[in-house]
């Protein structure tokens, strides 16, 4: 299986910060690479496919890079509504394994 | 609008069965895989498995080969995770997903089921 590593996994931040979020995998998975937002109590919402295509609706503070085996989101510019937690996905090879997750909290 | 709306939630004794669903519309439901995904209390996301159910042809986590199983009926646009004997541990949120056709990441979600197992 595929293991993907995201740090930092708790990251306190302030409004109008830049974000990084890493995710690294085991082995490479070229550019098979997903990133999702979930809020408390809701589902997961796709943020950016392909590593750094993103997803219709999706604002352009968001953006995805990488390929390989490491890969980064980047928020350019937080908002209130963007404290949640960040989650990458592995799309290469089966098991679809997902990252553990970055709580994105208010400083 | 794409949509899929999953069953409501369960609460279920250990050792009990349960089949939970998730109905797909808006979109050819045999022509897309649909994946689901454990999420325990305060913990992250798994993935579980994923059916085509054009075909009915279904992949699972070792996690989770042989503990639940992944089906499907197209003729009603319905797909299913089931349980033979829950135990506590499977208490969890339980989500369907929506694999895009070409790029492979689950682009659409399901509200998600609550699953409680509780003597």
């Known amino acids: 299986d595929i293991q993907l590593t995201q740090s930092p996994s708790f990251l306190s931040a302030s409004v109008g910060d830049r974000v990084t979020i890493t995710c690294r995998a085991s082995?490479?998975?070229?550019?098979?690479l997903a990133w999702y937002q979930q809020k408390p109590g809701k589902a997961p919402k796709l943020l950016i496919y392909?590593?750094?295509t993103l997803q219709s609706g999706v604002p352009s503070r968001f953006s995805g890079s990488g390929s390989g085996t490491e890969f980064t989101l980047t928020i350019s510019s937080l908002q209130p509504e963007d404290f949640a937690t960040y989650c990458c996905?592995?799309?290469?090879?089966?098991?679809?394994?997902f990252g553990g997750g970055t709580k994105v909290e208010i400083k | 609008e794409v949509q899929l709306v999953q069953s409501g939630a369960e609460a279920k004794k250990p050792g009990e069965s349960l089949k939970i669903s998730c109905k797909g519309s808006?979109?050819?439901?045999?022509?897309?895989?649909i994946g689901w995904v454990r999420q325990m209390p305060g913990k992250g996301l798994e993935w579980m498995g994923i059916?085509?159910?054009?075909?009915?042809?279904?992949r699972y986590s070792p996690s989770f080969q042989g503990q639940v199983t992944i089906s499907a009926d197209k003729s009603i646009s319905t797909a299913y995770l089931q349980w033979g004997s829950l135990r506590a541990s499977d208490t969890a949120m339980y989500y369907c997903?929506?694999?895009?056709?070409?790029?492979?990441?689950?682009?659409?979600w399901g509200l998600g089921t609550l699953v409680t197992v509780s003597s």
């Open positions: 996905q592995q799309l290469a090879s089966y098991p679809l394994t």
């Open positions: 082995q490479g998975i070229n550019s098979h």
């Open positions: 392909a590593a750094s």
């Open positions: 808006g979109y050819s439901f045999t022509s897309y895989w």
């Open positions: 997903a929506r694999r895009a056709a070409s790029t492979e990441e689950f682009d659409y």
């Open positions: 059916i085509y159910p054009g075909d009915s042809d279904t």
